[in-house]
């Protein structure tokens, strides 16, 4: 190598999540038979008629460069759909389509944060949040929520160098909601401190509480929100690439030149699947939520019987996030190697996440059970004296 390479990557650090589900990808290939609970892909295959919109629009010739944004009858749709279930106000012009919801995410940070800004991230948090922000030039400081955000915990860490938070309902990894006094609260102190809020909702349509609080639902909380959404979750989409962007009035001239930049556009004919999806929603999705919750009350019943093992089911999404009487770390690389178990250790998100476990219950029901059969035999493991 005739240089190092720039610290921008070089510093980076692996992503846990994609790099596990690597290593499982490798030991399947090598011919092990892994029982995988470690998986942020919901495991469902994308509806044919969805694909099928994709070959039609490819067939027609839609090969070519879409527009940066996106297809405007996919952005209009995307924006009524927020309107109608956030009781927002967007217009298609304050929508962008992406290459995912971590491009939406990027592009809110590109956006919003200059070189040595302070972007407030949760903790535990997903994976890709502090990296994110630091390709950004930014430097990422933890919130430690792993019940709830306490409000004013949050102001305590807000110094005059705050730019944004990011916040992310339902969370991965707990697969909790934020509750809606506590998001006016935190939309308080960012009004006060006078925030841009990014709000990472990929996992909103998983939510199987009554209600879910949006910080866009109120006008002034449109006004600094950075609404961070995607296709993967909700329709099985996630090889598909395909995510949005809700923007605040005025901000999406600026941010849409980051996409002419970048990646351009995302490919028309993945689009038209999206909007097919849109179509669809209604008849798929309910049933996707409900066979989640089956799976998540059966699985933390299941553990919860386990000694050592507290896990109460969460109010969204496909994750459990039990605590573990047992260094994290060790348990998962202990049942990995002698279960064929794969989980994520609830450090891998941050230091909150100690003690903790990430289980998804996206693998097909009978791996799971066998999973929690093999994970109920052993226990959790116990660390050999030094
Ligand atoms: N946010 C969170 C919290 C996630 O778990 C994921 C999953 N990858 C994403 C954003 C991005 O998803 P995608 O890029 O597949 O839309
Ligand atoms: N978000 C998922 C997860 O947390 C998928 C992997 C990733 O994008 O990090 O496992």
């Not at 990027?106 to 200059?114: D, I, K, S």
């Not at 070189?115 to 994110?132: D, F, K, L, M, R």
């Not at 996707?288 to 386990?306: D, G, K, V």
């Amino acid at each position: 190598m005739p240089r190092p390479l720039a610290g921008r990557v070089a510093g980076l650090r692996p992503s846990a999540t994609v790099e596990m589900t690597e290593r499982v990808r490798a030991a399947r290939a090598a011919g092990r038979r892994i029982l995988a609970l470690n998986s942020g892909d919901p495991g469902i295959p994308t509806d044919p008629r969805i694909v099928e919109a994709a070959h039609r629009a490819i067939l027609a010739g839609d090969t070519r460069y879409a527009p940066a944004p996106g297809v405007p009858a996919l952005r209009e749709a995307l924006a009524a759909r927020e309107n109608a279930r956030a009781r927002s106000a967007y217009g298609e012009g304050d929508i962008l389509v992406t290459p995912g919801g971590k491009f939406a995410l990027l592009a809110a940070l590109m956006g919003t944060v200059e070189a040595g800004n302070e972007v407030i991230v949760p903790a535990p948090g997903w994976v890709s949040y502090e990296p994110c922000v630091r390709l950004c030039g930014g430097v990422p400081v933890a919130l430690p929520m792993l019940d709830r955000v306490d409000p004013e915990r949050l102001a305590a860490v807000v110094t005059p160098r705050t730019v944004a938070i990011i916040l992310n309902s339902p969370v991965n990894p707990t697969g909790r909601t934020i509750g809606a006094e506590d998001l006016a609260a935190v939309m308080a102190v960012a009004e006060r401190h006078d925030l841009w809020v990014i709000f990472d909702q990929v996992y909103a349509d998983l939510v199987h509480a009554p209600s879910f609080a949006r910080p866009h639902a109120t006008p002034a909380g449109q006004a600094r929100t950075f609404v961070v959404d995607s296709f993967s979750k909700t329709f099985g989409m996630t090889g598909w690439r395909l995510g949005f962007l809700g923007m605040p009035p005025g901000t999406a001239k600026a941010v849409q030149r980051f996409m002419q930049h970048s990646v351009y556009c995302v490919p028309g004919f993945v689009q038209a699947a999206g909007l097919a999806a849109l179509a669809l929603e209604a008849e798929l999705v309910p049933g996707t939520r409900a066979r989640f919750r089956a799976r998540q009350l059966r699985a933390a019943e299941r553990l919860s019987a386990i000694p050592g093992i507290a896990c109460i089911a969460p109010d969204a999404s496909f994750y459990l996030f039990p605590r573990v009487d047992a260094d994290d770390r060790l348990v998962a690389a202990r049942w990995l190697e002698d279960l064929d178990v794969s989980t994520l250790p609830g450090s891998a998100f941050g230091a909150a996440g100690t003690g903790h476990l990430r289980i998804s219950v996206t693998a097909p029901e009978a791996d799971i059970e066998e999973a929690l059969d093999r994970i109920a035999r052993a226990g959790l493991p116990v660390a050999s004296a030094a």
